[in-house]
């Protein structure tokens, strides 16, 4: 099921403000008419700007926590839009995604518990795809076989974050050790992931190895949002996911 409002979680921590605020501004001006409300979680304090569009969520400091605290008591079956502060949208073709969105609130088949957007990276390689297709708001969806690309952001089932995050060994895990936790945790066989054939949206990534990368300095500061304290002087090289050819349909 979905809500008219669906929620959106939010994975950040208070260090990490700036970059939130700065992947939500990005949505409200990607994608105006975007159904989301923002699930933002918070330590102590978390400087994000007051909108009817974000809720703040109170958590502990580690992933396992923050993550268990947005899903709180929501039903397995709901679906929410997974977006952590890592990944910023620069363009999506929002009139496909709509269809999307508007398919899962009017119900899909239960065994469809997640959709991706992005084709990019590992989406690309048949490897990581099963070969099952189906259509959903018009747009041919690719089966994935495995948890491959859940960092970007996509519509999920809440029953796919809880099984990939409840049993995390520790909380205060890096990147590389979620990784290594993403790809040796099996996918449920009836937790079907999916993918957009065509790719329907490109987006930033807002930091590598803890600095902002470049296009997330240039995003920020075109948006006049402050540049954190602990970056540098020198950003991060930049990196985008997904490709969208000039004129593509939207």
Same mark, same amino acid.
């Given at each position: 099921?979905?809500? $008219?409002?669906?929620?959106?979680? *939010?994975?950040? /921590?208070?260090?990490?403000?700036? #970059? ?11 994608? =105006? ?6 699930? #933002? ?10 909108? =009817?569009?974000?809720?703040? !969520?109170?958590? %502990? ?13 929501? =039903?397995?079956?709901?679906? #929410? ?9 620069? @363009? ?16 899909? =088949? ?17 490897? /990581?795809?099963?070969? $099952? ?11 994935? *076989?495995?948890?491959? +690309?859940?960092?970007?952001? +996509?519509?999920?089932?809440?029953? !796919? ?27 449920? &066989?009836?937790?079907?992931? /999916? !993918?957009?054939? @065509?790719?329907?949206?490109?987006? &930033? @990534? ?15 500061? $075109?948006? &006049?949002?402050?540049? %954190?304290?602990?970056?540098?002087? *020198?950003?991060?090289? $930049? !990196? ?11």
């Amino acid at each position: 099921m979905v809500t $008219e409002r669906m929620k959106a979680l *939010v994975l950040t /921590f208070d260090r990490n403000s700036a #970059v939130a605020e700065h992947m939500m501004r990005r949505y409200d001006a990607a994608w =105006p008419a975007h159904p989301f409300e923002f699930l #933002v979680p918070f330590q102590d304090r978390l400087h994000v700007a007051d909108s =009817p569009r974000r809720r703040l !969520v109170c958590s %502990p400091p580690g992933i396992r926590g923050t993550i268990l605290a947005l899903i709180g008591d929501l =039903p397995n079956e709901e679906w #929410v839009y997974w977006c952590i502060d890592d990944k910023y949208p620069i @363009e999506l073709r929002t009139g496909r995604i709509e269809r999307i969105a508007a398919a899962i609130r009017d119900g899909v =088949p239960d065994q469809v518990s997640g959709i991706l957007c992005c084709r990019a990276r590992r989406m690309l390689d048949p490897g /990581f795809l099963s070969g $099952e297709r189906m259509l959903l708001g018009g747009e041919t969806l690719l089966r994935r *076989v495995g948890y491959q +690309q859940i960092w970007i952001h +996509q519509f999920v089932r809440v029953e !796919v974050l809880r099984h990939l995050f409840r049993d995390l060994p520790r909380d205060d895990m890096t990147p590389p050790m979620l990784e290594a936790h993403k790809d040796r945790t099996p996918l449920p &066989g009836d937790h079907a992931l /999916f !993918v957009t054939e @065509e790719n329907l949206a490109t987006f &930033g @990534e807002s930091t590598q190895s803890g600095l902002l990368t470049s296009n997330c300095v240039a995003s920020m500061r $075109e948006m &006049g949002i402050p540049i %954190p304290p602990w970056q540098p002087q *020198v950003p991060a090289p $930049e !990196v985008l996911i997904g490709f969208l050819p000039p004129g593509t349909h939207r």
